[in-house]
């Protein structure tokens, strides 16, 4: 099993701000490997009228809604495989190569720092992906949109209507938060399922690894019919 390294992009919009948040801080040098376990954080669950406290309801709705819940969301540490290693290396200049390592071979990604602070780092993919984006009038998948804080840059333009496709072609650097605590890195694992009921439908949206924090804002958006059940889980990291 990877580390979910690649993220999959949904719902991306516009940058939010490069430079936000900066503050001065220790150069951060040398390399970092993550440790072979996920750490485990609460598990939230919020409605239209606030947060649901009872863990036991919590546990309920996930097994009714999602087959699949124990792998997304967990109340004990995950451990990962041992052969495969992941290593943040710092070069300067607001320079971070990924290196992914498993047993025949390894992936290099180039980053660039684009924003930090004493709370996290946004990494910036070098090399952008083309993607379509087009509209969507599910309400769960505009609200799963919504859960990333931080969201990646892209350049888009409209395809021309002899192409058939009602979207938008977009070039998008993909990027990766790591989150400091005391001093020590972490890559988030964030989690979420997000359901939307009406009288005559039920959707929901599933998503698990995300390497990004919790758009918090997200629980106001929420109405009548809606539930979201999300979890902050994190890999640490240790100075080599």
């Not at 005559?200 to 998503?207: F, V």
């Amino acid at each position: 099993m990877k580390y979910n390294f690649y993220v999959l992009l949904a719902s991306v919009s516009l940058l939010t701000g490069c430079g936000k948040d900066r503050e001065t801080q220790p150069a951060l040098v040398g390399s970092f490997e993550a440790e072979a376990v996920i750490k485990p954080a609460p598990i939230m669950m919020y409605t239209s009228t606030g947060m649901v406290d009872n863990q036991m309801l919590v546990d309920k709705f996930l097994a009714r809604r999602n087959r699949n819940a124990g792998t997304y969301f967990s109340r004990v540490e995950v451990p990962l495989p041992t052969t495969q290693s992941l290593i943040l290396a710092f070069r300067g200049n607001n320079r971070v190569t990924l290196l992914d390592k498993g047993p025949t071979r390894t992936d290099s990604i180039q980053t660039d720092v684009t924003s930090q602070s004493s709370q996290r780092l946004v990494l910036a993919q070098k090399d952008s992906v083309v993607i379509l984006q087009g509209s969507s009038t599910d309400r769960a998948e505009q609200l799963s949109g919504m859960m990333q804080l931080e969201q990646p840059g892209q350049r888009c333009q409209i395809l021309p209507p002899s192409s058939g496709i009602p979207s938008l072609y977009c070039r998008v650097r993909t990027i990766r938060v790591i989150t400091r605590h005391n001093g020590q890195l972490f890559l988030p694992q964030l989690s979420w399922l997000i359901q939307t009921s009406t009288a005559y439908a039920t959707s929901y949206w599933a998503y698990k690894g995300v390497q990004n924090t919790f758009n918090s804002a997200v629980i106001n958006q929420l109405v009548a019919g809606d539930t979201l059940v999300v979890q902050a889980r994190e890999i640490p990291f240790l100075k080599k």
